[in-house]
């Protein structure tokens, strides 16, 4: 795409001038958010490329994988996914995720009841509200529970090629996982895949295509500065491979950094309680993978020997792998905690040299069959699955001092400046709405200029991006970041 004029921009001319440092999934959504409206937008990305940060796959449409978070968590994201789907459509595999518990597990199938009838009827208000949120099928079906007598009907059916209803899903479940070893009923949910290789190209390929957006890679924010005489900001960058450094004003900051948001707000003084986990999801590659596969979620205590096993499918046999325990995606020391002198949480030396360099081959190998051996407990045939590349990896923050938080957007400090702070990726476009009331509340943009783009959004560059040219793109970034171009493909 080349950059183009949208013909119906709520702001013509604007002269404020807004700095998002950081360029992943919260950074690049909320650039494209504000350039689709014509504000001048300067997106700042040390790396080479968009979206290349935490392992995403899923989209949490009700945040069914955590059983510890509260009710109204999990309604916020069934909202926020809703959201994200209709502005990203193309980065959505559409397919359901299938909960089992294990017989080890100390929980029931049924204890999840009263949350799901909870995310089913406000799913169900939504779309009567607007039938444009009906994009997780009717909302009747938003869940479903099976039986051992229904699946055991199963056993003699020839995999389905295309799902014609839900029970189809559920046919390489059933000849597949060691059913003796889960309790039923097991809960088929509208959660679906989210592709962050897709999610990265239409970024990239929408940020090319928008004259308003400015997209500065390979830049290393060094400091920031408040301007004197005015409320604005000051922000010096580097190039990575030059010691030329660049001043520019900007009205407004926002600092998209992720775990390293506290190195931004370490610059600008401000105090803020965070966490940052480092976490790594794992890829395999099982070609003897027959008929079609939901996600696949069995229940565990986090942390223990038992942790939570996902399941994520992708083309071509391959699956991308989490394993809730120490020896696979979780580290011994990974989540810390910020302290009283800097708002940045300090990951050991190892882990910042995972993200900054490289894993060691046998620590790839070993994790990697750990978690084909995790997933082989409950799918023996899975043991067969091979190493398929590096892991996913990455650390994400969780603002404040609540570890099980996965619902959260956005804080500001002072004036014109902003912090995002999203867990899940579908979180990315409620902080570039909460930022986009900041601008107004600030008087650097009009509310009657914006319309009713104040609160719907806008993206019609986005989402003019074809199918063909994301998968091209999304292929180009996968192969670029040294991962299989199954990756990067639509279910």
Not at 186 to 193: R, W
Not at 211 to 235: D, E, F, M, R, Y
Not at 409 to 434: C, P
Request: glycine share 6%; hydrophobic share 40%.
């Amino acid at each position: 795409m080349n950059k183009v004029q949208v013909t119906h921009q709520p702001l013509q001319s604007t002269d404020i001038k807004i700095a998002i440092i950081g360029g992943g999934v919260a950074g690049s959504t909320i650039a494209l958010r504000f350039a689709e409206l014509g504000l001048d937008s300067t997106l700042i990305e040390k790396g080479p490329s968009l979206v290349n940060g935490p392992p995403i796959c899923h989209l949490h449409a009700g945040g069914n994988l955590y059983r510890e978070i509260c009710d109204q968590q999990c309604l916020t994201l069934l909202q926020q996914s809703i959201d994200t789907v209709k502005v990203y459509p193309q980065s959505v595999n559409i397919r359901p995720t299938l909960i089992a518990l294990p017989k080890t597990d100390h929980g029931e199938p049924t204890d999840l009841l009263p949350r799901l009838e909870k995310l089913r009827a406000r799913y169900s208000e939504l779309v009567a509200q607007d039938s444009g949120n009906k994009v997780l099928g009717e909302p009747e079906n938003y869940f479903k529970f099976f039986s051992r007598a229904e699946l055991d009907d199963l056993l003699d059916v020839t995999p389905p090629e295309v799902a014609k209803n839900d029970s189809d899903w559920l046919v390489t479940f059933a000849q597949s996982v060691d059913l003796d070893s889960i309790k039923f009923p097991v809960l088929l949910v509208q959660e679906y895949g989210l592709s962050a290789f897709r999610f990265a190209a239409i970024a990239s390929l929408a940020i090319e295509a928008l004259p308003s957006c400015h997209l500065q890679t390979n830049q290393q924010v060094i400091a920031i500065t408040p301007q004197k005489n005015s409320s604005g900001w000051q922000v010096s960058t580097q190039h990575h491979q030059s010691q030329h450094i660049a001043h520019n004003h900007f009205d407004y900051v926002i600092n998209a950094c992720g775990f390293k948001s506290g190195e931004i707000d370490d610059m600008v003084s401000a105090k803020r309680k965070r966490m940052v986990e480092f976490k790594a999801a794992y890829v395999a590659h099982w070609p003897q993978c027959q008929g079609l596969w939901p996600e696949i979620v069995f229940y565990g205590e986090r942390g223990t020997p038992q942790g939570m096993a996902q399941l994520t499918p992708y083309p071509d046999g391959y699956f991308q792998l989490h394993g809730m325990t120490q020896d696979i995606t979780l580290f011994d020391q990974g989540l810390v905690a910020s302290c009283n002198n800097s708002a940045q949480p300090q990951l050991a030396k190892r882990f910042i040299e995972k993200i900054d360099k490289q894993w060691p081959e046998q620590l790839i190998t070993n994790r990697t069959l750990g978690s084909i051996g995790h997933i082989a407990q409950y799918i023996p045939a899975f043991n067969t699955a091979k190493v398929a590349a590096k892991p996913l990896f990455g650390a994400q923050q969780i603002p404040g001092e609540d570890a099980d938080l996965r619902a959260a957007d956005v804080s500001f400090y002072g004036q014109h400046y902003a912090r995002t702070e999203i867990v899940k990726a579908s979180s990315a476009l409620a902080a570039a709405d909460a930022i986009l009331q900041n601008l107004v509340d600030c008087k650097l943009v009009k509310a009657s200029d914006l319309g009713d783009y104040l609160t719907e959004h806008y993206f019609p560059v986005s989402q003019q991006c074809s199918s063909a040219e994301i998968t091209a793109k999304a292929i180009a970034l996968a192969e670029q970041r040294d991962y299989p171009s199954a990756l990067a493909k639509n279910l």
